[in-house]
């Protein structure tokens, strides 16, 4: 429960006896448990972690309205919960928490990792580190537009998330080829976003939690070829972290490569674990 909201989570612990390290998973935009973080999370709980995936507010099995809407800082809120969660449960080790964030969530984790000192150790995969500075030049107003509208009574307004021709949020074969199809299948998942969540995206900035991480370890694991989430994006988070940091590249073609293709993810759960079994 937060901010009079409930989440949908699953927590996977090791079998053995306890107590474990926890780690909470943040992920893609749109993306629902059972897709990548959900994956990560089994993953990693076969090497020794306790792990919690969950729905954010307004997707998937969690409340929250309006339904699909990119919410950055209601994000951050969840994540806090998620390891207040994690940190009450008799199976976790509540002084060795990470935080791991996939795609978006990559952005994510990084900042609440940054400002929470409850939080040991962040790894980022294929992460997206939104920077407003990056997004200078787009044109807010047709999203301010929708805004509006909607100030003034009117309903929400959505847009596909995927499409393989078209206006999508993620337009682009590539997205569409991972949640267009069976790879990303869900029954709680469906293929529309707020037009607003967009504007959300161009104005977010949580590259800054680069910052403001140290001295908690980092780990940024990223394919050599992402057309979504730049490797120049994860090289300037690199950059600005301060040690101990480190940085596996995978030669991954696709930025959809780390969401369930092998082995690349085994690849990015081998650096992971071993990252964490050095520093958590």
Sequence with gaps: ??????????????????????????????????????????????RGYATLAFDHRNWG?????????????????????AVSFLRSRPEVDRGRIGAVGICLGGGYALKFAAFDPRVKVFAGIAGAYNN??????????????????????????????????GEAAMPGDEPYAYYGGERGASPHWANEVTRASVLELLTMDNMTGSDFLSPKPALIVHGVVDR?????????????????????????????????????????????????????
């Design 1 to 46: 429960m937060v901010d009079g909201l409930t989440l949908a989570g699953d927590l996977r612990v090791p079998d053995g006896v306890g107590p474990w390290p926890g780690l909470v998973f943040t992920g893609p935009f749109t993306g629902v448990r059972d897709q990548v973080t959900g994956l990560y999370a089994a993953r990693l709980a076969e």
């Design 132 to 165: 407003p500075y990056a997004m200078r030049g787009a044109d807010l107003a047709p999203y301010l537009d929708v805004l509006e509208r909607q100030d003034l009574g009117g309903p929400v307004e959505y847009l596909p998330a995927v499409a393989g021709q």
């Design 61 to 81: 099995e969690s409340e929250g309205r309006p339904r699909r809407h990119e919410d950055p800082q209601g994000k951050l809120h969840d994540l806090r919960a």
């Design 228 to 280: 979504f989430c730049s490797p120049e994006g994860a090289e300037e988070v690199f950059r600005r972290l301060d040690r101990p940091k480190e940085i596996v590249w995978v030669d991954a073609k696709q930025h959809i490569d780390l969401y369930d293709r092998e082995p690349y993810v085994t690849q990015a759960v081998d650096a992971t674990a071993a990252f964490l079994g050095e520093h958590l």
